[in-house]
């Protein structure tokens, strides 16, 4: 398995240019910086993951996008690479759940 950092497409307009606002313990607000559209990334749980995490990409900046555990909270989430599209898996390094990604709150620009 493949383990790749976050990426989220603005809702809107679906460019990847989506800049994390706040800090895990305010909120998820999230904006593009094509066309200014806000929202909030949450996830659902999906799964557990059985067998190995494979090799980490290393820790996202502050402002890549972001969105917690649904299950611990915790907000080291990663993608899974096979699986990016519109609804990609994701895996919490934390607790070891798959998560599927949601955006609510979405306020167009
Ligand atoms: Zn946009
Ligand atoms: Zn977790």
Redesign the pocket.
């Given at each position: 398995m493949m383990l790749i950092p976050l990426a989220i497409a603005?809702p809107?307009?679906?460019?990847y240019d989506v800049v994390y606002s706040c800090k895990p313990d305010c909120c998820f607000n999230h904006v593009?910086g094509?066309?200014?559209?806000t929202f909030e990334p949450f996830t659902t749980k999906a799964g557990e993951l059985t067998g190995e995490i494979g090799p980490l990409p290393p820790d996202p900046d502050p402002t890549d996008p972001t969105a917690a555990c649904a299950r611990c909270g915790e907000t080291r989430l990663f993608a899974i690479r096979d699986s990016v599209g519109p609804a990609p898996w994701l895996v919490c390094v934390s607790c070891k759940t798959l998560l599927t990604l949601e955006l609510s709150e979405v306020s167009p620009?």
């Open positions: 603005c809107q307009c679906g460019s593009c094509k066309c200014y559209t620009g």
